[in-house]
């Protein structure tokens, strides 16, 4: 049974900082395809970065700068570091993976087609 936990949401002053974490578990891979990806109140959920088994990273033009996705040791573990953090940065934020997404390319397709196979429950990140 694979699950995606998502930990470290919270309520921040604009210009603060945050560090978000995902842990998967319940398949044996590692170093895979993840994603992280957010939805406001009333809006469409979007990307906001993923890294795929090799390391590449991909973020939206909105938080480039001021994020970092990483994989942590094993890589079973993603992160998502947010500085500099802005009211519009509210939303509840999500992980995904997908252990068949083998190549950078497939990797980058499912993250701008939001097309995972696992998601986790998300964790919620305000900023005011």
């Known amino acids: 049974h694979v699950q995606l936990v998502e930990s470290g949401g919270g309520s921040v002053q604009a210009g603060g900082s945050l560090r978000l974490s995902c842990v998967i578990s319940g398949y044996g891979h590692t170093g895979h395809c993840m994603g992280w990806f957010r939805q406001a109140p009333g809006k469409e959920r979007e990307g906001v970065a993923n890294i795929d088994m090799y390391g590449t990273t991909t973020y939206a033009d909105s938080v480039k700068g001021r994020f970092t996705i990483s994989q942590g040791n094993p890589k079973n573990n993603l992160y998502l570091q947010m500085n500099s953090l802005k009211p519009e940065d509210t939303a509840m934020y999500y992980c995904?993976?997908?252990?068949?997404?083998?190549?950078?390319?497939?990797?980058?397709?499912?993250?701008?087609?939001?097309?995972?196979?696992?998601w986790g429950q998300g964790t919620q990140v305000t900023v005011s």
């Open positions: 995904a993976a997908d252990p068949s997404r083998r190549s950078s390319m497939r990797c980058r397709e499912a993250y701008y087609r939001h097309d995972f196979g696992y």
